[in-house]
């Protein structure tokens, strides 16, 4: 079956009007979607609606509400709701152009195709297309769709364009919130000179292709092992579940160097080999006093 549009009508640039449909770019039939089974009938578990005190209810018996304060709610009709739903618009108009790596990434939520409508919307579509490209922008705009209304990036995409919905402003955390306990400390120059050739080393074009859900691979492979025979299967994960901890500067310069194929770790800089050094001895140090300690506590034992 042929996909159908989720949305048609028209792009407006100013006085230029384009039909276009616009398509799902994504599907979820990839992921792993489970139910929940009684095991000795082997029939899926329903759920009713059931009020506390009051036990199972019928659905005609139930209103949505927004809960204001704690145990208080305030209470909509289906018809209130109904009011304030905007009407699907059947024009996009294009309120402004950014440059393509102006949007952070956090916005940007869910991506749609964008195909001309008919064979005389192709010529108005592909001169936008093109304008977009060579100029390096993205149109935005706002789209009312399922009583919603979006705000949407119009970018080029191969042949066609894409439409992809923005998260707004206050959907989002503040990142200052997490990152305010990193510390501004410079990175080694040693290491950071590590890391950039090994960035440099392993850049490549990005292929989709080459990532697989390893999870939902095994879990496809777990599912279909069972339907051929009875029997536990167990998937194992060689990694014992630990959280990693941060190591210190020596582990991570052997580290980037193993990574680049360096394990000789030749003297290239002298500093670095006294960089290596030091940790030595106040290894050293701790050794010594922690032998100490256990004959200092002899002694006081025998003075008691």
């Given at each position: 079956m042929a996909a159908r549009p989720i949305w048609r009508g028209q792009i407006r640039l100013a006085l230029v009007s384009i039909p276009v449909e616009v398509y799902s770019a994504t599907r979820s039939g990839a992921s792993i979607q489970f139910h929940q089974i009684h095991e000795p009938s082997g029939k899926r578990i329903k759920?009713?609606?059931?009020?506390?005190?009051?036990?199972?209810?019928?659905?005609?018996?139930?209103?949505?509400?927004?809960?204001?304060?704690?145990?208080?709610?305030?209470?909509?009709?289906?018809?209130?709701?109904?009011?304030?739903?905007?009407?699907?618009?059947k024009t996009l108009d294009?309120?402004?152009?950014?440059?393509?790596?102006?949007?952070?990434?956090?916005?940007?939520?869910?991506?749609?195709?964008?195909?001309?409508?008919?064979?005389?919307?192709?010529?108005?579509?592909?001169?936008?297309?093109?304008?977009?490209?060579?100029?390096?922008?993205?149109?935005?705009?706002?789209?009312?769709?399922?009583?919603?209304?979006?705000?949407?990036?119009?970018?080029?995409?191969g042949r066609g364009m894409l439409l992809e919905?923005?998260?707004?402003?206050?959907?989002?955390?503040?990142?200052?919130?997490?990152f305010r306990e990193i510390g501004d400390a410079e990175?080694?120059?040693d290491l950071l000179d590590l890391a950039s050739t090994l960035i440099d080393k392993k850049t490549a074009k990005f292929d989709a292709s080459e990532f697989h859900n390893r999870y939902v691979d095994a879990l496809k492979g777990l599912i279909e092992e069972k339907r051929k025979k009875k029997g536990e299967l167990v998937i194992q994960d060689p990694d014992d579940g630990k959280a990693p901890?941060?190591?210190n500067v020596i582990d991570l310069m052997a580290a980037l160097k193993k990574s680049l194929g360096d394990d000789k770790g030749g003297g290239a800089n002298e500093n670095k080999g006294a960089a290596k050094k030091a940790p030595a001895k106040k290894a050293s140090a701790r050794t010594a006093a922690a032998k100490k300690a256990p004959a200092k506590k002899t002694a006081e034992r025998k003075r008691a």
């Open positions: 759920y009713e609606k059931v009020v506390p005190g009051i036990g199972p209810i019928n659905t005609d018996e139930i209103i949505k509400g927004f809960e204001v304060s704690k145990g208080e709610y305030v209470l909509l009709e289906p018809e209130e709701i109904e009011s304030v739903k905007l009407e699907s618009r294009l309120a402004q152009f950014v440059d393509v790596n102006e949007i952070d990434a956090l916005y940007y939520e869910k991506p749609y195709f964008v195909v001309p409508a008919d064979d005389l919307a192709e010529e108005a579509f592909i001169v936008l297309r093109d304008a977009l490209r060579a100029q390096r922008k993205v149109g935005i705009g706002q789209l009312a769709m399922r009583g919603q209304e979006y705000v949407v990036a119009l970018k080029p995409c919905t923005l998260r707004y402003a206050d959907e989002l955390n503040k990142a200052s919130s997490y990175p080694d120059p901890k941060g190591s």
